[in-house]
C-alpha cells in the first residue's frame, strides 16, 4: 500500500520558469518530510526537508510547502535551471519509525533550454 | 561529509548464485538502510538496522537477508540469485535524524 503518492511520473519546464512537483500521503502519523533528488547511475541526494510543524521551508531556489489538512506537500524550484533535470523522490517519516522513510515512486523533471 | 560506499557499480550473476553487496559508512551512523529501486515503484525498503547485530525487516524483505557485524558495515545477501531481483540496490546510513545519506547503487543483473 503506498503512502506517499507523486502522481506525475515527468514534468517539463523551460529553463527560468518555476517547477512545481507535488506529493500526497495517506498516513496521519507521518511528521517529517523530505525531497531528493537522483541522477541516472547515482544514489539519491538529500535536498530539502521539513517538519510538520511547518508549512513552509526555503533554501536558496528551492522551498518546500506542506498543507497538512490535505496531506499535501509540494517542492517549488525557482528559477529552474537545466541541471536540475532529474528524477525526484517524496519521502516521509514517523517520529517512532526508527527513521525509516516511505518513498513517493518519483517524478522525472527535464528543464529545457 | 557522509560517505557511503557500495562494493561494486555493475553486478551480473547467474540464476541461484549466493550475492553479496557491502556497504560501508565513515560517519559512525547508527541506521543503516538497504533499498531497492526499480522504473515506475521508486525506492523500496528491504531491510534497515539500528544497530550491530540488529535488524528489521522492511517492506520487501522475501529473498534477502543482512548482516551487520561492525557498525559501519552493512551486508545485503541474496541467498540464491532468481531475475526478479535483478534492479538497482541502494544503501543508506543516517544518525538518529531523519535524513538519510546514500551510496552510488549497485546495478545487479541476473541472468
Known amino acids: 500500500d503506498q503512502q506517499v503518492k507523486q502522481n506525475s511520473p515527468s514534468l517539463s519546464v523551460q529553463e527560468g520558469r518555476i517547477s512545481i512537483l507535488n506529493c500526497d500521503y495517506t498516513?496521519?502519523?507521518?511528521?517529517?518530510f523530505l525531497w531528493y533528488k537522483k541522477y541516472p547511475a547515482e544514489g539519491p541526494t538529500f535536498l530539502i526537508s521539513i517538519s510538520s510543524i511547518k508549512d513552509k521551508n526555503e533554501d536558496g531556489r528551492f522551498t518546500v510547502f506542506l498543507n497538512k489538512s490535505a496531506k499535501h506537500l509540494s517542492l517549488h524550484i525557482v528559477p529552474s535551471q537545466p541541471g536540475d533535470s532529474a528524477v525526484y523522490f517524496c519521502a516521509a517519516s514517523r517520529g517512532n519509525s526508527g527513521y525509516a522513510l516511505n518513498f513517493g515512486k518519483g517524478t522525472s523533471l527535464l528543464v529545457t533550454p | 561529509d557522509v560517505k557511503v560506499t557500495q562494493s561494486s557499480r555493475y553486478l551480473v550473476k547467474r540464476t541461484g548464485e549466493k550475492v553479496f553487496l557491502e556497504c560501508v559508512q565513515d560517519m559512525d551512523h547508527e541506521n543503516m538502510f538497504w533499498y531497492r529501486q526499480d522504473p515506475g515503484l521508486g525506492l523500496r525498503l528491504i531491510y534497515f538496522s539500528y544497530d550491530v547485530k540488529m535488524k528489521e525487516k522492511g517492506d520487501i524483505p522475501e529473498g534477502y537477508s543482512v548482516s551487520r557485524e561492525k557498525k559501519e558495515r552493512f551486508s545485503l545477501i541474496l541467498e540464491s540469485a532468481s531475475t526478479n531481483q535483478t534492479s538497482m540496490y541502494l544503501c543508506?546510513?543516517?544518525?538518529?535524524?531523519?535524513?538519510?545519506?546514500f551510496g552510488p547503487g549497485t546495478r545487479l543483473t541476473v541472468l
Open positions: 543508506a546510513s543516517s544518525d538518529n535524524t531523519d535524513t538519510q545519506y
Open positions: 498516513n496521519s502519523m507521518f511528521d517529517y
